[in-house]
């Protein structure tokens, strides 16, 4: 455990962190296209400006990093003191960008570790950010790496969306799944479960798709040693920080709010709600 092994985490932009992150953590930006016209999420385009595509008709897709951008961003760790890297990404299941940072990893000129952490949003996020904290202390590239994978192992993400259209036409969700969800007047709840989406629960209204959330929520939190969570939201800044003060009263627990990335609001679509809950316990 000596001090001078400098290891850098870098995830991606669908971690959904919130901006005030460590210096030690790098994200490298998804591709948001709008009519054939790309963008990088987080840095020309918000889940907002997603949801105002899409309610005005627009074609969104989205496309994975390059591994030149990864390669990018190896080169920038190195030059900031970096001599291993552990790179944290969403679910292969769900996009091709751990592969892309596994092209780099090959080239890169200081040993990189490729974690798949199985999941998405702030359940990467919290991965990354715990990687990044036991770096800090001077842990090496396998226990870093290690403890990504663990903290993701530990995640919970629920997602409440107004319809299953975006996820369906983006082929993001099992055939099974789309078509369960296709019941009208129902809004279906859907979590990461080994890697992918799937539809746990339907339920009639809005308000008790919340409550639903917000159970699953504290208990999730309650079984957990060291919960953190995580509050998401696409649009609905106040929605979203009365659910996390309703956490926070059942939990005694500080919640993280932010906007899904714009990649991910573009397979979810506009008016999604979700949490998240990891342990970062030891």
């Not at 998804?30 to 790309?38: G, Q």
């Not at 192992?153 to 997602?159: E, I, L």
């Not at 679509?269 to 342990?279: H, R």
């Amino acid at each position: 455990m000596t001090h001078d092994h400098h290891v850098h985490v870098v995830t991606d932009s669908t971690a959904s962190l919130p901006s005030d992150g460590s210096p030690r953590l790098h994200s490298v930006p998804l591709h948001v296209v709008v009519d054939d016209e790309s963008s990088l999420e987080g840095v020309d385009i918000t889940a907002d400006d997603v949801a105002a595509h899409l309610a005005a008709g627009r074609r969104v897709t989205t496309s994975q990093p390059s591994p030149r951008a990864f390669a990018d961003a190896y080169a920038a760790a190195v030059d900031a003191g970096a001599r291993a890297i552990v790179s944290v990404h969403l679910s292969g299941e769900l996009s091709g960008t751990v592969h892309a940072a596994a092209i780099a990893a090959a080239d890169a000129p200081v040993p990189v570790r490729v974690v798949d952490s199985r999941t998405v949003a702030m359940g990467l996020g919290f991965a990354a950010t715990a990687a990044s904290e036991v770096a800090l202390e001077g842990a090496d590239v396998d226990t870093v790496a290690r403890r990504a994978l663990a903290v993701a192992d530990t995640s919970r993400a629920v997602f409440l969306v107004d319809s299953l259209d975006h996820l369906r036409r983006g082929g993001r969700l099992s055939a099974a799944s789309a078509a369960l969800g296709t019941v009208l007047g129902v809004r279906p709840l859907l979590a990461v479960r080994d890697g992918r989406i799937e539809v746990v629960q339907k339920v009639r209204t809005k308000a008790a798709a919340v409550e639903r959330l917000t159970t699953v929520a504290v208990e999730s939190a309650g079984r957990r040693h060291a919960p953190v969570l995580a509050v998401h939201h696409v649009g609905d800044d106040d929605g979203a920080r009365r659910l996390a003060s309703e956490l926070t009263a059942r939990t005694g627990l500080d919640v993280t709010v932010t906007p899904v990335s714009a990649v991910l609001g573009a397979h979810v679509g506009p008016g999604v709600l979700a949490v998240v809950v990891a342990d970062l316990a030891r």
